[in-house]
Antibody
Framework: QVQLQESGSGLVKTSQTLSLTCAVS??????????WSWIRQPPGKGLEWIGY???????HYTPSLKSRVSMSIDTSKNQFSLQLSSVTAADTAVYYC???????????WGQGTLVTVSS | DIQMTQSPSSLSASVGDRVTITCRAS??????LNWYQHKPGQAPKVLIY???TLRSGVPSRFSGSGSGTDFTLTISGLQPEDFATYSC?????????FGQGTTVEI
């Protein structure tokens, strides 16, 4: 199993862009068939899938966030990234990166990073 | 989007108890249902996938069942390390969606 670690700013101002990176270790991000996802959990609420990116760069985002989300992948650094624009307080959450298994489940997860949006 | 509804939202239990958590999908998802355990400050982990398949390394006291719209996670003989939050997730169609979580407390 690979290990994942999120990093990025823990405090973002309202209307600005949230940026996070997930470093993958113990395996190559280029492994065929796997997708790399971002998931978040607002305080007191359930988990919400944000989207995924394949090593090819192909992406798929959840419709509710599609207009504000961008994901990228850097195979040379074995990491992938999330950008969420025009944030509001509703985007305050613990953000997780995770590996999507070809057995249709999230296999490895990062520990999560809290991002707070405040004016 | 497929809505996933878990019940109960929380429960109190003791070590050794048998615990059952249910998850209902807003439409049929065949057996594309996964269960996760998560604890504060730790990486969530998958327990059960495709409704009833135990992930390698997960204790056999965890089991899953169901198909279509109704699913169950059972913990037979609750252990101290099992006090956590459990979430179901459908992998039938994107956007993949989760239940709101069930917290198992002492």
């Amino acid at each position: 199993q690979v290990q994942l670690q999120e990093s990025g700013s823990g405090l973002v101002k309202t209307s600005q862009t949230l940026s996070l990176t997930c470093a993958v270790s113990g395996g190559s991000i280029r492994s065929g068939g796997y997708a790399w996802s971002w998931i978040r959990q607002p305080p007191g609420k359930g988990l919400e899938w944000i989207g995924y990116i394949y090593h090819s760069g192909r992406t798929h985002y959840t419709p509710s966030l599609k207009s504000r989300v961008s994901m990228s992948i850097d195979t040379s650094k074995n990491q992938f990234s999330l950008q969420l624009s025009s944030v509001t307080a509703a985007d305050t959450a613990v953000y997780y990166c995770a590996e999507w298994s070809d057995n249709y489940y999230f296999d490895s997860w990062g520990q999560g990073t809290l991002v707070t949006v405040s004016s | 989007d497929i809505q996933m509804t878990q019940s109960p939202s929380s429960l109190s239990a003791s070590v050794g108890d048998r615990v059952t958590i249910t998850c209902r999908a807003s439409q049929s998802i065949s057996n594309y249902l996964n269960w996760y355990q998560h604890k504060p400050g730790q990486a969530p982990k998958v327990l059960i996938y495709i409704a009833s398949t135990l992930r390698s390394g997960v204790p056999s006291r965890f089991s899953g069942s169901g198909s279509g719209t109704d699913f169950t996670l059972t913990i037979s003989g609750l252990q101290p390390e099992d006090f956590a939050t459990y979430s179901c997730q459908q992998s039938f169609s994107t956007p993949w969606t989760f239940g709101q979580g069930t917290t198992v407390e002492i």
